[in-house]
């Protein structure tokens, strides 16, 4: 069956009205292949398994989806996924995922009947269903829907449970039980770890190392994706293009900082010829000039055919400088950096005698909260947080953790009780504005600076977060992604101490993530953060404090 599965997409386009989404996309995922779709939010990464289900045709372009063995997609809601309504069951849920096992039983039986009076190629047609049968799990789907809904979270959920009475994320876990059960060959699953914890996450890790079929999911989960990734595609909201890298996330990282280094190599040699042209342009010049006031130049046609040979260079140089002028190769953006204000480094000893140099102003950066009450969301006693230390804030959903944030960067002003800072704040918020302003990218990143704000277009650009054609774009019109690094350069370009960062990782694609992390590493301010991202928890270094209720329930000891 796998030898005969093909996926493969040459130059294909689609377009949403005037809004382009995928543009020239040609890549192939072999039978087998377990590939993650990462990009950042509105990229097209939904779409383009909406596209490989059916559910979309492109503009152009050529798509092959052809898996004897069907296809099965998982969507971030579950009526997305079925077409079940409040009032359906469970047990309705999965008997759709299972119609067409349900259905390839059926016939199974109906030829079991007549086995007897079968002819040779009657009995071919029974081997071959029954086959089909066994590679798709149909001997064990019932049973292995068990295990799926006990392993998600939903064991205790029983099958005449109405659709309605499921909380959000219980109808996620059911609608990805489901998929995986129904022994499609290719699963299309879009961000299936959301709703799930750290136990669900990796047995589902295992689930897609085991399957026997292709895979791709979308995901901004690294941790999860390390696991069992052999592909990762990347969906480029830029170029609207899709890019494969091989070796997993491994490869993928590997290739990044490859890339990197050749940006850098090229933008060097562009510049070290842009400076060699520069010099042979200004000495063939100066060389001219001598000749043409030298008599121990010669005279006459000597001199001329002279003269003209030096202006051919020249010309010729010219021409070279401004065509790299023209199309100069522009150099990678530096390292994301966060900005802070602190002591400078102590000296050496001052030699006997000398004036006493003024005390080295007191680190900055720290925070305390005493006696804060925020309604029923939060009750905190006493919490410090030293200039210079590092502290993640976990918890349940509703836990308070960021009403706590909000409190620590001075966002929300507490009903009760004291806070005191030192130095300044940068906060980034977990969630974006319901109703974002229409004024452009570039407008809202140049607020409070002087003059107009084309004049720090550039300044912006030289982080690397937005493109040229974005700046003009009003910001209700940008994608989640894009108002994310928006947030994000805007806290990058202003000085801060203390850096409050509400799910940070939130709508950035992968490898900005990590950018974000190693500029956060180096970072030598306080940091207060909130994060559900594994690898972000794993690579955190600093105190940890849990809330629970609105209250802290445990401080762990210092360390990862």
């Not at 046609?301 to 522009?330: F, Y």
């Not at 972000?536 to 609105?550: D, H, K, M, P």
Request: proline share 6%.
């Amino acid at each position: 069956m796998r030898a005969r599965a093909q996926l493969s997409l040459r130059s294909v386009g689609l377009a949403f009205g005037d809004r382009r989404v995928l543009d020239q996309v040609s890549f192939t995922v072999r039978p087998g292949e377990k590939a993650v779709v990462v990009g950042e939010n509105g990229s097209g990464k939904s779409t383009l398994l909406r596209l490989l289900d059916g559910g979309l045709t492109p503009d152009e372009g050529e798509l092959l989806v052809d898996f004897p063995g069907s296809v099965a997609r998982l969507a971030q809601t579950l009526p997305e996924t079925y077409p079940v309504g409040p009032d359906h069951t469970v047990r309705d849920t999965v008997d759709l995922a299972l119609a067409e096992l349900r259905s390839m039983e059926a016939e199974l039986r109906a030829a079991e009947a007549g086995l007897g009076e079968a002819d040779a190629d009657g009995l071919a047609a029974y081997g071959a269903l029954l086959d089909r049968f066994e590679e798709r799990g149909g001997y064990r789907a019932d049973a292995g829907t068990a295990a799926a809904l006990h392993a998600l979270g939903l064991g205790h959920v029983t099958p005449g449970r109405r659709l309605g009475s499921l909380s959000g994320g219980e109808q996620a876990r059911l609608a990805l039980a489901c998929v995986l059960s129904s022994g499609a060959e290719l699963l299309l699953l879009d961000e299936p770890t959301n709703h799930l914890d750290g136990d669900a996450v990796d047995w589902l890790r295992g689930r897609l190392a085991a399957h026997r079929g292709t895979a791709l999911v979308v995901t901004h989960d690294r941790a999860f994706l390390s696991g069992f990734a052999t592909t990762v595609l990347e969906v480029d909201r830029d170029t609207r293009s899709v890019r494969r890298y091989g070796d997993g996330w491994t490869g993928y990282r590997s290739a990044k900082a490859a890339e990197r280094r050749r940006l850098e190599r090229e933008h060097l040699e562009w510049r070290e010829e842009v400076d060699r042209t520069e010099e042979l342009v200004a000495a063939a010049g100066q060389r001219l000039a001598v000749t043409g006031r030298d008599p121990r130049q010669g005279f006459g046609k000597h001199r001329r055919s002279s003269e003209n040979k030096l202006s051919g260079q020249v010309r010729a140089a010219r021409r070279r400088l401004e065509e790299l002028r023209r199309e100069p190769v522009a150099a990678p953006p530096e390292p994301l950096r966060f900005g802070g204000r602190f002591a400078a480094p102590a000296g050496p000893p001052a030699p006997p005698g000398a004036p006493v140099p003024a005390p080295a102003p007191a680190p900055v950066g720290g925070v305390e909260l005493a006696g804060v009450v925020v309604g029923g969301r939060l009750a905190v006693a006493g919490l410090r947080v030293e200039a210079g230390e590092r502290l993640l804030v976990s918890g349940p959903n509703g836990a308070g953790k960021t009403t706590l944030l909000r409190v620590l960067a001075g966002d929300l002003v507490p009903d009760e009780g004291a806070v005191r800072r030192t130095g300044r704040v940068g906060y980034l918020a977990q969630e974006l504005p319901h109703s974002p302003t229409r004024r452009t990218a570039l407008a809202v990143w140049a607020a409070g600076r002087p003059g107009p704000p084309e004049e720090h277009a550039d300044a912006l650009l030289a982080l690397g977060l937005l493109r040229e054609e974005d700046l003009a774009v009003p910001v209700a019109a940008l994608s989640a992604g894009q108002r994310r690094r928006l947030d994000l350069a805007r806290l990058l370009d202003r000085p801060a101490d203390l850096l409050v960062l509400d799910e940070p990782t939130n709508h950035l694609a992968p490898a900005l993530l990590e950018e974000v992390e190693e500029a956060l590493a180096a970072f030598p301010g306080t940091v207060v953060a909130v994060s559900h991202d594994r690898a972000f928890r794993t690579a955190f270094a600093g105190r940890r404090l849990e809330l629970a209720a609105g209250r802290i329930r445990e401080e762990a000891a210092r360390g990862a």
